[in-house]
């Protein structure tokens, strides 16, 4: 059968949904998204990093509003604690140009590209049965529905990977990212000002945190500080699941307290130490291998296909990487069998190899890290590339 004209269900209709949905729609298809959540998605306020070409192809191919806000960042400056010495003593300054955005805005901004009686939300979708020319979905209290196609963009924990690429199940190397934000007003004195070029890296044993600045979602043109800080706690961590905002216990906080406190120059000590507890949410890492994204009439997009470790900066971004794939695939053949052969090579491809570099960056950032303050200013770039497979920057 041709694409125009398919019937397709996508499963999940957060970044990943959203953008297969627009993505398959611009292809003649006839789209359903199910979301089984009620209304617009909690947001959880965190910030989104995203090389500056993305932005531009987003806006280009009409998946985003030409007016998202974006901070825009050119460099990423690692630094140590130096004593006494407030914002600590430059390490390298790594050329990053990115632009941060906050998920709360991308996700609205993709989802008023989906028309309302395609996306229909507060539904559970469940595969009854497949085969090589389509799938039966129950949603809700429907009975089964026989789609064409069905895109798993269930995120990581999904049910459709399992029916794609059993076995493949989120992996955990036991340490994790403490993260906040609070308005940019309330930070120290002299630290927008050291934020205004890009993001920071404060390194420190056992760890280091990504500092920088993401608009608000709440209020117009105002922007806040966004921090994460990764490291390994005591007990390593065993459970995926996000501890949300509000909602980490009092034990969880004290190896944040204490990294930040004995590790973390002053000025940076004191935007994590400003941040409200009801603002500071705790996502433990892992990561997930997937060899294929295609199985019959099944795609995996998003973190339902592989995830790779926030180190790399790419959730978003391979999201709506598949996305554009499965638009572009979709134009250029004429049935199912080669769009999906093409979509399954390129993405299974890429998305295992940004999990394979989200491994060896958290290697060396967290699990095994340098003496920071020993290095010189040619080490950190050396020991950047060697982790990097050769890149200097994360978006090369
Ligand atoms: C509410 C929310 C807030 C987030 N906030 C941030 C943030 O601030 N910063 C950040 O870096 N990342 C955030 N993330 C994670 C980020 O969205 C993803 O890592 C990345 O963008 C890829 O998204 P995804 O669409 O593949 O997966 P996800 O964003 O995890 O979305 C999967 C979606 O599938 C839905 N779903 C699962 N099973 C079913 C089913 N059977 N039927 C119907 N629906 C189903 C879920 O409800 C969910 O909305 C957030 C995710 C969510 C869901």
Do not use: A, G, I, Y
């Given at each position: 059968m041709g694409i125009a004209g398919s019937r397709v269900a996508v499963i999940g209709g957060s970044i990943a949904g959203c953008a297969a949905a627009i993505a398959l729609a611009r292809a003649g298809c006839d789209v359903t998204v199910f979301e089984r959540t009620q209304g617009v998605l909690r947001d959880r306020g965190f910030g989104i990093g995203m090389p500056p070409s993305m932005i531009e192809t987003l806006i280009a191919a009409g998946y985003v509003s030409p007016v998202l806000p974006v901070v825009p960042g050119e460099e990423r400056v690692f630094v140590v604690r130096d004593g006494d010495t407030p914002a600590g003593r430059v390490l390298w300054r790594q050329p990053l140009p990115v632009r941060f955005t906050n998920w709360s805005l991308l996700w609205r901004s993709l989802r008023q590209q989906v028309a309302d009686p395609v996306y229909r939300d507060g539904v559970i979708a469940v595969i009854e049965d497949m085969n090589d020319m389509g799938v039966t979905v129950s949603a809700g209290t429907s009975a089964g529905t026989r789609f064409d196609l069905v895109v798993g963009a269930d995120g990581y924990n999904s049910a459709v990977r399992q029916r794609v690429a059993p076995g493949s199940s989120p992996h955990l190397p036991g340490y994790g990212l403490w993260r906040g934000t609070y308005p940019e007003?309330?930070?120290?004195?002299g630290a927008t000002a050291a934020l205004e070029p890009g993001a920071m890296m404060v390194c420190f044993p056992g760890g280091h945190a990504m500092i920088y600045l993401i608009p608000d979602h709440l209020r117009t043109g105002r922007r806040l500080v966004n921090w994460g800080v990764y490291l390994c706690p005591p007990q390593p961590m065993t459970d995926p699941a996000l501890i949300p905002p509000g909602q980490v216990p009092t034990a969880t906080m004290i190896p944040l307290r204490d990294a930040v406190t004995r590790g973390f120059p002053p000025l940076w000590a004191d935007v994590v130490g400003r941040t409200p507890a009801e603002r500071i949410s705790v996502q433990p890492i892992f990561d997930v291998i997937a060899p294929q994204y295609v199985s019959g009439r099944l795609a995996l997009a998003g973190d339902a296909g592989t995830t790779a470790r926030p180190h790399t900066g790419s959730g978003a971004v391979k999201a709506l990487e598949d996305a554009l794939a499965l638009e572009s695939g979709c134009h250029s053949a004429a049935e199912w069998a080669s769009v999906l052969a093409g979509y399954d090579r390129a993405r299974a491809a890429a998305g295992n190899a940004l999990t394979t570099l989200g491994r060896s960056l958290g290697r060396v950032l967290v699990e095994n890290t340098p003496d920071w303050g020993a290095l010189s200013e040619t080490d950190l770039p050396e020991l950047w590339r060697e982790a990097a497979s050769g890149r200097m920057s994360l978006y090369e």
């Open positions: 007003r309330l930070l120290p004195d």
